[in-house]
């Protein structure tokens, strides 16, 4: 028993001697490292601890600089120099209150240093602007802010993060997406998972209609956290959005086209200021109006279009046919010809320009059934009732006191019944041939009722005109 006792104590005396030798090397290391930080200004241990510091700075390793700089100011709070860079970096990284009150230290032991109090007022210039662009942004001047983070705040706080957060923010607010796109890649080269760029980024790929990666990045930053607000928001109102779209194009491919009008219009609501994605949404919108025959509708979802995107081919198409419909007929012809002058080998196109221009022709020529005031189904008997009536009313003999104008109307009422009282004729009227053309003479210096040389038409109305007078009236 004596025996294990003093082996046990043999072994003891052995570990406490080792520990002895492991805390002497620990307190001699603790010597060494604080020897730089305890030496006084301009001597070789301060010179190495400012060049150490400057080695962390240049390799953004910020929270090592400053470790550094407070464990030597604690060892020897009169180091000035300590003071002073701390502040420098402080200010670079817009920590503005802990940075002013390091300046104001250095000052106190060192008044009147100019290069101090010049990189004070420059702290000055950088809180005032930063605050001044936070200011701006919420008012929607979205230029002047940017110009006060790059000319003041990034100049004199290079590493703040929140100007770069906000110089994002104002990028995606100008529309500037490529350029927002940029500035959080090198956000996120410096932190991967910084979830406030994840956001932006994903912001901005959205606001391209880069969906797809927009959605990669609303994941990865959910995946980090699950319950951040905007990201859950962004991410799952983009979900919304594509599947409405989604059933809007279903439902109009299989022609529920009332269906896909009302999905049309639920996802415009989702967010007005998607111009990217909305665009193809107005779009789909003004194609199935044009099929339900809705042509002022059409004609405004289309133009909304036109509106982002002037030089939009299929816009001008499809806005032409909406013209069409509302009987602009010089205003459709405008905008096919346009979208030809855009895509001149495109033979659909033309043949819906070939239609609107020979509706603009149609246009243009007389309106027979209008001049007598019948349908166009009106039956023959109809048609001659008709004419009978109107002659009889503007025959010039009964209009003495305007045979002028009765003479004109009544030539007019004349040359209507010449053709549509014609089977023949009707039927190629109908059909849209140029009567003017085909020798008929309609039209002003064209069929006379009253001769002129040509050929004689006899009109009789049986019991006279109204009032006696005539039986039969020959020209």
């Known amino acids: 028993m004596g025996m294990k006792l003093c082996g046990f104590d043999s072994v003891a005396r052995r570990g406490f001697v080792y520990a002895a030798l492991i805390l002497n090397f620990v307190f001699c290391c603790h010597l060494l490292l604080l020897q730089p930080l305890v030496a006084a200004d301009g001597q070789a241990g301060g010179a190495s601890l400012f060049e150490r510091v400057s080695q962390s700075v240049k390799v953004k390793k910020y929270s090592e600089a400053l470790s550094d700089l407070n464990a030597a100011i604690e060892a020897d709070p009169a180091l000035s120099e300590a003071y002073w860079h701390k502040a420098s970096i402080l200010r670079q990284l817009c920590r503005y209150e802990e940075s002013e009150r390091s300046y104001k230290s250095f000052l106190g032991m060192k008044p009147g240093n100019s290069a101090a109090e010049k990189e004070l007022s420059q702290l000055y210039q950088a809180q005032n602007a930063l605050n001044s662009a936070d200011d701006l942004f919420e008012s929607g001047d979205f230029t002047k802010a940017l110009e006060y983070i790059y000319k003041v705040v990034l100049v004199f706080s290079p590493e703040c993060f929140k100007a770069k957060l906000l110089k994002v923010r104002l990028l995606i607010a100008a529309k500037d997406y490529s350029k927002a796109i940029s500035e959080t890649g090198f956000i996120l080269k410096e932190d991967e998972n910084n979830l406030e760029a994840l956001l932006l980024r994903g912001r901005a790929y959205y606001y391209l209609a880069d969906h797809d990666i927009a959605t990669r990045h609303y994941q990865k930053g959910l995946r980090l956290d699950p319950e951040h607000g905007e990201l859950k928001k962004a991410y799952f109102g983009l979900k919304k959005l594509l599947k409405k779209t989604k059933s809007a194009e279903d439902n109009a491919g299989k022609g529920k086209l009332r269906l896909a009008v009302e999905d049309y219009k639920a996802a415009l609501d989702f967010d007005p200021n998607h111009t990217a994605h909305n665009i193809h949404l107005h779009l789909g919108l003004c194609k199935v109006y044009v099929k339900l025959g809705r042509g002022t509708d059409a004609l405004k979802s289309c133009t909304e279009v036109l509106e982002i995107d002037g030089d939009q081919v299929e816009a001008l198409v499809q806005r032409g046919e909406a013209k069409l419909l509302v009987e602009d007929w010089e205003g459709a012809v405008a905008d096919i010809k346009s979208a030809t002058e855009k895509s001149p080998q495109d033979m659909n196109i033309r043949e819906v320009l070939m239609r609107a221009e020979r509706s603009l022709k149609l246009?243009?020529?007389?309106?027979?059934?209008?001049?007598?005031?019948?349908?166009?189904?009106?039956?023959?008997?109809?048609?001659?009732?008709?004419?009978?009536?109107?002659?009889?009313?503007?025959?010039?003999?009964?209009?003495?006191d305007n045979r002028e104008e009765a003479e004109a109307k009544f030539r007019e009422i004349a040359a209507a019944y010449e053709i549509l009282g014609d089977e023949d004729k009707r039927t190629r009227y109908d059909r849209g041939e140029d009567m003017d053309d085909n020798g008929m003479g309609m039209g002003e210096g064209g069929f006379n009722p009253f001769g002129g040389g040509g050929q004689q038409f006899t009109f009789h109305f049986e019991g006279g005109f109204p009032g006696g007078g005539f039986g039969g009236y020959h020209f």
């Not at 020529?365 to 009106?378: C, E, F, H, P, V």
């Open 363 to 400: 246009s243009q020529r007389k309106d027979w059934y209008k001049i007598l005031g019948i349908s166009k189904t009106a039956s023959i008997s109809e048609i001659k009732k008709a004419y009978k009536k109107l002659a009889l009313q503007w025959h010039p003999d009964k209009n003495v």
